[in-house]
């Protein structure tokens, strides 16, 4: 087991980061301010191992990547197991991978068994076990966290599939009921609106209709999600909030 250099600056020195699906977009971002501000930083991804591996040789001797598709317990259970062994402890889990894929809401026979089971099991039942292994070692730290990456599909009726809304509203009460349940760990959630990544690049639809509504005329960056991370990272007396990221939509929707 190696321990924390004990040789970084900033203000997450001595804190170590599980960021689950940060080979790319939100948890890419979140993965690489953490590790800039002193955190050693676990990247994972299900399936794209050179990016996360590379990500991980960028942040540097303090970084470990590690493949793991969570929505499989056991690998859920080696990618904490990795973790632990590396860093010898555990700070900050921030659960970013989800799956999902497009279905019309009006088409029921198109949301099929496989789509639908697909996204609670990763979005859902991976995050849950997940989290549910990593609470005692969050208990040991001064000051530990879960933050849940959802959406604002959570809060109203839409997104890519009504599984997805489904299954990211079940994370937002999972996020209350962890925090009603889990202190003093702090679990809290960040749900942004539509999001500029590599995965909606092409939804130029989209995006026009976001900055067309939402009062800042724009869709968010994962820099604006990093931001809101780090808030309820920051605020130590926060627990069991869904912070709403999205520009505004929603209060026009």
Request: hydrophobic fraction near 45%.
């Given at each position: 087991m190696s321990e924390l250099s004990g040789e970084s600056s900033g203000e997450f020195s001595n804190r170590v980061a599980l960021v689950t699906g940060s080979s790319s977009g939100i948890g890419e971002a979140i993965a690489r301010r953490l590790s800039a501000l002193g955190a050693s930083v676990v990247i994972n991804s299900a399936s794209s191992v050179e990016a996360g591996s590379r990500i991980a040789a960028e942040l540097g001797k303090d970084a470990l990547y590690v493949q793991a598709d969570i929505a499989d317990k056991a690998a859920g259970e080696r990618l904490l197991a990795a973790t632990?062994?590396?860093?010898?402890?555990?700070?900050?889990?921030?659960?970013?991978?989800?799956?999902?894929?497009?279905?019309?809401?009006?088409?029921?026979?198109?949301?099929?068994?496989?789509?639908?089971t697909k996204t609670f099991d990763v979005n859902v039942t991976g995050t849950w076990w997940l989290t549910k292994a990593a609470m005692p070692h969050l208990m040991q730290s001064d000051d530990g966290n879960v933050i849940n990456i959802t959406s604002i599909a959570g809060v109203r009726p839409v997104g890519s599939s009504i599984a997805y809304s489904m299954a990211k509203a079940a994370l937002n009460q999972m996020t209350r009921l962890l925090a009603k349940s889990c202190g003093p760990v702090r679990v809290n959630a960040v749900a942004p609106g539509l999001v500029e990544t590599p995965w909606t690049r092409d939804w130029q639809a989209q995006h026009e209709a976001v900055r067309a509504r939402a009062p800042l005329q724009r869709s968010a960056t994962p820099d604006?999600?990093?931001e809101a991370v780090l808030g309820l990272l920051r605020s130590r007396y926060a627990t069991g909030h869904v912070f709403v990221v999205d520009g505004g939509l929603t209060l026009a929707m």
């Open positions: 632990l062994a590396r860093f010898g402890r555990l700070d900050i889990l921030v659960n970013n991978a989800g799956w999902t894929t497009v279905v019309p809401h009006q088409d029921l026979d198109g949301l099929t068994d496989e789509i639908f604006d999600c990093v």
